[in-house]
Every structure is written in C-alpha cells, then in structure tokens.
C-alpha cells in the first residue's frame, strides 16, 4: 500500500507546477498612438484691462483708481456690457519705499522709508459680440485703462469639438493597430487599455496699436479672431497573439 502512495504522488507533482508556469506568463501587447484636430470659430472673447494709480498718500492714489476704473466700467455699460460679464480679478496695494540712513554709534544702517503707493486694478470682461472687440478695447483705453493684459479666444461649449477631435483621434489609431497587426503577421485579440489627452490651441491676436493706445486713444485697434484648434491624442494598447 506504501509503494502505491509513492507513485501517484511521483505522476501528479510535475503536471501541477507545469500549470502554474503557464498562468503566470504575460500577454504579448502592442501600444500605438494618434492625433485628431477639429478646427472652430471662437464665440465668446475674455479681455482684460488694468488701472495702476501712484502717489505720495494712500487715499489719494486710492480714490484716484477707484475713479478712473469706474470710468472704464460705465464706458463698458454704455457698449451694452452685462455687468455680470464684467469681473474684478484682482485688486493690490504696493508701498513704495527708498532706502535712507539713520544715526547710529555703529556703522550707519539703512533703514526703508515708505514714500508712496501703487494701487493696482485688474479687470476681466466676456464678449460674445466679437464684432464689438476692437471697439472695446479702444474705448476701455481711452476710458481710463492704462495697462491691456490680454484678449483670449474661446469656446463656450468646447465638449462637442473635443469629442469628435477624439473620434477622429481613436479612429486613426484603430487603422494604424490594424496596418501594423497585418505587417507583422499577428492577430489583435482584444484592447487592454485606453488613455486620451488632448488641448485646445488659441491663435495669438494681432494688437499692433494697443500699447500706444494707452498714452493716445484712436480708433479701430486690427482684431482678427482666426480659427481655434481643438487637439486629441488617443493611446490604445492591445493583446496580440501568433496567427
């Protein structure tokens, strides 16, 4: 009966270990990449101006800007600006200080003295009426707005471009899994993973004036819009087996 025991444990020892080598094995896998493009037309414009006041007394310069940046707004009432599209982004106060000298036993120490403020207001408007940009621009300048921060082209829903941007994207690589399987003769068994990623690209706006616009207020500062550039990346890796 001893003799019996001894043999079926010899049989079956080796059949086991040979499985468990064959579950750990990892599939053979192929991973391509591509891009996709969508362009649009932009329909809503982000502008921001700036008022930046300075001078010897805090209430002054203070009052000063405050002034100066409700001439802006109202400038922007009057264009038929909603005034929630109208936003405040920021507000600072900086000292102003020069570097003088005390009495002292020890060598001399400078110490600051603050000698006046510079009181920053930065202001943020929406536009949906693109053809009222350049008219804007203009008369925030001469409104009272010395510093032009930027225009920004947008979309207001991007999600419908992003999508077919990723259509096309996952689309391109789909053909290119399917031309790289056929050249090197495997089989594309099943998709193991997806990632996406994807931008979209403003085209820069041509202000040649806006800067001189600040000193001197003319009219008709050139404002083109262009087109945006919706980009997609989608990544597909694949299991691959032997044909």
């Known amino acids: 009966m001893r003799t019996m025991v001894v043999l079926l444990a010899l049989v079956v020892g080796p059949s086991l ?13 192929l991973t391509v990449s591509a891009s996709g493009t969508v362009m649009a037309l932009p329909d809503l414009a982000l502008i921001s101006f700036g008022v930046e006041t300075s001078g010897k007394s805090l209430t002054d310069v203070h009052r000063k800007n405050s002034a100066a940046m409700q001439r802006v707004v109202d400038r922007l009432r009057a264009l038929k600006i909603d005034k929630d599209r109208i936003q405040t982004t920021s507000f600072t106060v900086t000292p102003q200080y020069r570097q003088t000298s005390r009495p002292s036993s020890e060598p001399s120490v400078m110490t600051p ?3 006046g403020y510079s009181v920053s207001n930065q202001l943020s408007v929406e536009v949906q009426e693109l053809e009222k940009v350049a008219v804007i621009i203009d008369e925030s300048l001469a409104a009272g707005a010395n510093h032009f921060h930027g225009l920004q082209w947008v979309l207001r829903d991007e999600q419908p471009k ?31 993973n997806v990632s996406e990623g994807g931008h979209v690209v403003s085209p820069v706006p041509y202000l040649g004036r806006a800067m001189a616009s ?6 008709d500062v050139p404002v083109s819009s262009g087109e945006l550039k919706v980009e997609a990346t989608v990544t597909l890796t694949y299991e691959i087996a032997q044909e």
């Open 17 to 29: 270990s040979w499985g468990l080598d064959t579950k750990s094995a990892d599939p053979s896998i």
């Open 113 to 115: 003295e603050i000698i």
């Open 162 to 192: 992003r999508l077919s941007a990723l259509q096309t994207a996952a689309g391109k690589a789909r053909e290119k899994a399917a031309a790289l399987s056929q050249a090197l003769k495997v089989k594309l068994v099943r998709v193991l």
């Open 214 to 219: 600040m000193e001197s207020a003319a009219t």
